[in-house]
């Protein structure tokens, strides 16, 4: 299980990714190391469906200069590590968090997720209590049926034939290049479509293996009648664990009354709405969302070597 590295994309200026072959199967991750002095317990975050780490690396990036050790996992089926056919179940997803905090001997974390990346960060949760310091969901799913109508129709059946079509190395070549002549007409921010979120998105469609792995993930939790997949019942597991609820207000994937719900059912849960966020609320506020996390990591540092038996 030895690890290498494996070079950015050329366009890019993302942290060099390490790639570990664990159970026949590569897997990437970034792995910020923080300070020497900082918090004992590691921050693991998770990202979303058709996403991969570099979605993370602006809230990572400013984790680790506040002291923390932040390890972004490119997830199965998506970036650099293994795609294609196989089982994107979230029970295996979660077994992959485990493995890599095992070959890179973990014992515990802080365990964020974003969208499906917290779907897992709930399941982890449910199969691995022990493993966890804390957990902050982020637009998660799992906490209620009700999803984009997108997403209903992409998890029908020949919705890969449609992708194909619309995703491919022409139409995310005239994306890339309309995003990068949209400030020379003078204009500030790009439209979402054109944002560096969504053209990553758009590159991993663009792959055919990629795309097999999306829509195989997508269908095991989403139907044409929405998120098939439900942690609501399951809550019980993050009754003791201390626990951060962020959602953008302006989320219309997953709307901000499952982050309500899931605050209502856990004790020890803090819920922060940001009026000006959507669906992904680390890239439009990741100064806040690192603050947030950074006051949750450091509270759960705090209360554990409070509890800790003094040395014998």
Partial sequence: MTARSADASPASDEPRLQVVRLHGADVAFVDLPGAADGPASP???????????????????????RGHRVIVPDLPGHGRSGNGPGDYSLGTLASSVRDLLDHLGLATCTLVGHSMGGGIALQFAYQFPQRLDAVALLDAGGLGTETSSALRWLARPGSGLVLAAAFNSATVG??????????????R????????????????LADPDHREAFLSMLRSVVDGGGQRVSAVERL?????TPTLIVWGARDHILPVAHG????????HST????????HDPHLD??????ELIDELARHRALTLRQTAPPPA
């Avoid at 944002?195 to 998105?201: E, G, K, V």
């Fill in 43 to 65: 921050i693991v975050a998770l990202h979303g469906l058709g996403a991969n780490s570099s979605h993370w690396l602006p809230a990572a990036e400013l984790l680790a200069g």
């Fill in 174 to 187: 005239a994306l890339e290049a309309a995003a990068r002549r949209w400030p020379l007409g003078g204009r």
């Fill in 189 to 204: 921010t790009p439209p979402d479509l054109l944002s560096d979120a969504s053209l990553a998105r758009f590159r991993e």
């Fill in 236 to 240: 019980s597991v993050l009754a003791a």
């Fill in 260 to 267: 309500d719900r899931a605050h209502a059912e856990l004790p």
């Fill in 271 to 278: 819920l922060v709405v940001l009026p000006d966020a959507g």
């Fill in 285 to 290: 506020a990741p100064d806040l969302v690192a």
